[in-house]
């Protein structure tokens, strides 16, 4: 049996949510999560009031659209409310469009629907008094816009003056600012991708400024007219053409919900072949009388709707392949490709994975690709669309020799698979090979390594180009003299970043075997390691004495990470490096208490700690036989909460009966 008290604080805390990106995507155009995301949150909020009569907030979605004017424009109230469409995401939600449609009507009659692309734009409205334009408005909240008609009189494809005789004596157009790809790459540097262009240019308070920006309005429907004179959506749109406005050339007139998902499916597949972004078609009852009679429900129309594309996959052509070289040596090919909008992010680059996938999906420089992006994942090509395959493009051919060093690369056969592995690598171990080198740096000063704030990737490759940092061990003769002079960089960042390379000195002995940055060797096996040798003087007396081999008697240990280990320190730089930096660490002894006070159990933090990095927190745990998970599971036995917690992995928590405890309980479950 649910409670009140929780279904109510999960409503407001969506609701909380819902208002952080709102405001993000509409005041500020700066949106942080996709719009498919976006989508979802809402109809998690509005499927929650459904079900829990009782949940009701001002700030729902089910009571605005869109966000409140800005302060910095004069507010303009709209005759007729600019809604917001409800989603379409698949056939059958077109289906229950179309039933709710025909219920509500109370009859089964033939529809006819007008189709228009859902241009990725800004909303603005358009009141044309006796022919002249009067009031140019954005959407705002859905009432109540912002006045900017200076700023849209700047764009082209809005007339000032219409003389053709068909127009109504008052009449409100709406449509969508945008800007076309091409204009966006000349301003890409300044915004995220074009709708933030397009919106931010939109808003200046100067229209000068405005008008220096190629935007372009395409025309889509009217809200207010003095006339009732239009008999269908379509009719309409051949009159805003004959007045000189925008309209699209995709528009499409459908019979049937086959007709509407056959077209949204071919017309996925060329929308990035358009001038403009789209992220979906809309649906409209093509005859006005229709319209009027279905009305609206508080936020939506109920005669149209908006089927939106997937948000996970996009096609675009691939302009180069990269090969990246990583700290193993592993050689990664990426597709650079002409850069498209998949989910709200701009993509440009898509993995290839390994020289096998570029194989057997065949895919060449020139070709067009179906690129997915799956939430946090990276994206990757999916496969190759030969219909639009040019002629004479040549395969692809993996190269032989790094790109980075020179040195041979090969692929390691597999003893147990008895089969080649599918990644090629560079052969050289060492430092000379600079991309593997920078990599190794990378992981050296990485939070589960070493651990040295403030000393980022980036970072590490710019003082790479200066020559400040070639060896691991550079880290602690820098030239902060030299770093306080680059761009960037003031007293208090260096100050910092010397702060935190002495912090980084103290080292667990795992930690820094784990930080070496040898194949195979992760963090556990760095851990088993560790407590089998006890402290580093014996780490370097098996390396340097060959007694590796004698790592086959500790239990977690195997031939694979032996040969690794063997390979590595085959090379005199790898030694020569971990001798100087033994000779400026402090390499603490490994001391893992078998029998600690928290022996077999499990943790999990969330939240900021307070007075102890979450590095710390997690070694103390392991000092005493605990150990670490990375997500709440079954297996978790305490959530430590520090600082604004996430509340899901709260929620999570409490739903599998896991004990949360704070950071002092957890401090008593030690001392």
């Known amino acids: 049996?649910?409670?009140?008290?929780?279904?109510?604080?999960?409503?407001?805390?969506?609701?909380?949510?819902?208002?952080?990106?709102?405001?993000?995507?509409?005041?500020?155009?700066?949106?942080?999560?996709?719009?498919?995301?976006?989508?979802?949150?809402?109809?998690?909020?509005?499927?929650?009031?459904?079900?829990?009569?009782?949940?009701?907030?001002?700030?729902?979605?089910?009571?605005?659209?869109?966000?409140?004017?800005?302060?910095?424009?004069?507010?303009?109230?709209?005759?007729?409310?600019?809604?917001?469409?409800?989603?379409?995401?698949?056939?059958?939600?077109?289906?229950?469009?179309?039933?709710?449609?025909?219920?509500?009507?109370?009859?089964?009659?033939?529809?006819?629907?007008?189709?228009?692309?859902?241009?990725?734009?800004?909303?603005?409205?358009?009141?044309?008094?006796?022919?002249?334009?009067?009031?140019?408005?954005?959407?705002?909240?859905?009432?109540?816009?912002?006045?900017?008609?200076?700023?849209?009189?700047?764009?082209?494809?809005?007339?000032?003056?219409?003389?053709?005789?068909?127009?109504?004596?008052?009449?409100?157009?709406?449509?969508?600012?945008?800007?076309?790809?091409?204009?966006f790459e000349k301003l890409k540097g300044k915004f995220a991708n074009p709708r933030n262009a397009a919106s931010g240019t939109l808003r200046q308070k100067d229209s000068k400024e405005t008008g220096k920006i190629p935007l372009k309005f395409i025309a889509y429907t009217f809200g207010f007219s003095s006339e009732d004179k239009f008999k269908k959506q379509s009719d309409f749109l051949k009159e805003l053409k004959s007045w000189g406005f925008l309209i699209s050339e995709y528009n499409k007139i459908f019979k049937s919900i086959d007709g509407l998902v056959n077209f949204h499916r071919q017309f996925e597949e060329k929308r990035f072949d358009l001038k403009y972004d789209v992220d979906g078609l809309v649906y409209k009852i093509n005859s006005i009388q229709l319209q009027k009679r279905l009305g609206f429900t508080s936020n939506a129309p109920r005669w149209a709707i908006a089927h939106k594309f997937s948000a996970d996959h996009a096609y675009s052509e691939v302009l180069n392949i990269d090969i990246q070289v990583g700290r193993t040596g592993a050689l990664t090919p990426v597709a650079k490709v002409k850069p498209v909008n998949i989910g709200g992010v701009v993509v440009s680059n898509a993995t290839l994975h390994n020289e096998d996938e570029i194989l057997r999906k065949d895919i060449r420089i020139g070709d067009t690709v179906k690129i997915e992006r799956a939430g946090d994942v990276i994206p990757h090509v999916i496969e190759v669309d030969l219909r639009r395959r040019k002629k004479k493009l040549n395969k692809f051919l993996f190269p032989t020799k790094c790109p980075s060093c020179g040195s041979k690369t090969e692929k390691e056969y597999n003893k147990t698979t008895k089969k080649f592995d599918a990644v090629r690598r560079c052969t050289n171990e060492g430092f000379t090979c600079e991309k593997i080198a920078i990599e190794k740096i990378k992981h050296f000063i990485s939070k589960d390594a070493i651990n040295i704030d403030g000393l980022g990737k980036k970072v590490v490759e710019k003082f790479w180009d200066l020559n400040l940092i070639k060896f691991p061990q550079d880290i602690y003769n820098?030239?902060?003299?030299?770093?306080?002079?680059?761009?960037?960089?003031?007293?208090?960042?260096?100050?910092?970043?010397?702060?935190?390379?002495?912090?980084?000195?103290?080292?667990?002995?795992?930690?820094?075997?784990?930080?070496?940055?040898?194949?195979?060797?992760?963090?556990?096996?760095?851990?088993?390691?560790?407590?089998?040798?006890?402290?580093?003087?014996?780490?370097?007396?098996?390396?340097?004495?060959?007694?590796?081999?004698?790592?086959?008697?500790?239990?977690?240990?195997?031939?694979?990470?032996?040969?690794?280990?063997?390979?590595?320190?085959?090379?005199?730089?790898?030694?020569?490096?971990?001798?100087?930096?033994?000779?400026?660490?402090?390499?603490?002894?490994?001391?893992?208490?078998?029998?600690?006070?928290?022996?077999?159990?499990?943790?999990?933090?969330?939240?900021?700690?307070?007075?102890?990095?979450?590095?710390?927190?997690?070694?103390?745990?392991?000092?005493?036989?605990?150990?670490?998970v990375s997500s709440v599971n079954k297996k978790l036995d305490y959530l430590i909460i520090g600082e604004k917690p996430t509340n899901s992995k709260v929620e999570q928590a409490k739903s599998l009966g896991i004990k949360i405890i704070t950071q002092k309980e957890w401090s008593d479950l030690l001392y």
């Open 1 to 183: 049996m649910f409670k009140k008290e929780d279904v109510k604080n999960k409503y407001d805390l969506k609701i909380k949510e819902y208002n952080k990106h709102n405001k993000l995507y509409y005041e500020d155009s700066l949106p942080i999560i996709s719009d498919r995301e976006f989508d979802k949150l809402k109809a998690e909020i509005l499927n929650l009031e459904k079900n829990y009569t009782f949940l009701t907030n001002i700030k729902s979605p089910s009571n605005s659209v869109g966000f409140y004017p800005s302060k910095k424009f004069e507010k303009f109230k709209h005759k007729v409310q600019m809604l917001s469409l409800s989603n379409a995401f698949d056939t059958d939600d077109l289906i229950n469009f179309e039933k709710k449609i025909l219920n509500y009507l109370n009859k089964k009659i033939p529809l006819e629907y007008s189709v228009e692309p859902k241009i990725d734009g800004i909303s603005a409205s358009l009141t044309y008094l006796n022919g002249k334009l009067a009031y140019g408005v954005s959407r705002g909240d859905g009432k109540e816009g912002e006045l900017i008609t200076n700023n849209l009189k700047t764009i082209k494809d809005i007339p000032h003056i219409i003389k053709n005789s068909t127009i109504p004596k008052e009449i409100e157009i709406r449509g969508e600012v945008f800007i076309e790809k091409k204009d």
């Open 478 to 628: 820098l030239n902060y003299k030299k770093i306080s002079s680059l761009d960037g960089w003031g007293s208090q960042s260096v100050s910092n970043l010397k702060y935190s390379i002495e912090n980084s000195k103290k080292v667990a002995l795992d930690k820094f075997i784990f930080s070496l940055g040898i194949r195979h060797i992760g963090i556990e096996n760095a851990k088993i390691i560790a407590d089998f040798i006890k402290n580093i003087r014996n780490f370097l007396n098996y390396v340097k004495n060959n007694k590796i081999n004698q790592f086959i008697n500790i239990d977690g240990i195997g031939e694979t990470q032996i040969k690794s280990l063997e390979k590595f320190f085959q090379n005199r730089i790898n030694i020569k490096v971990v001798e100087e930096l033994i000779e400026i660490l402090n390499v603490k002894d490994s001391n893992l208490k078998k029998n600690g006070k928290l022996k077999n159990q499990t943790f999990m933090f969330t939240g900021k700690l307070q007075n102890i990095s979450r590095a710390e927190a997690k070694s103390l745990i392991e000092e005493n036989s605990g150990s670490i």
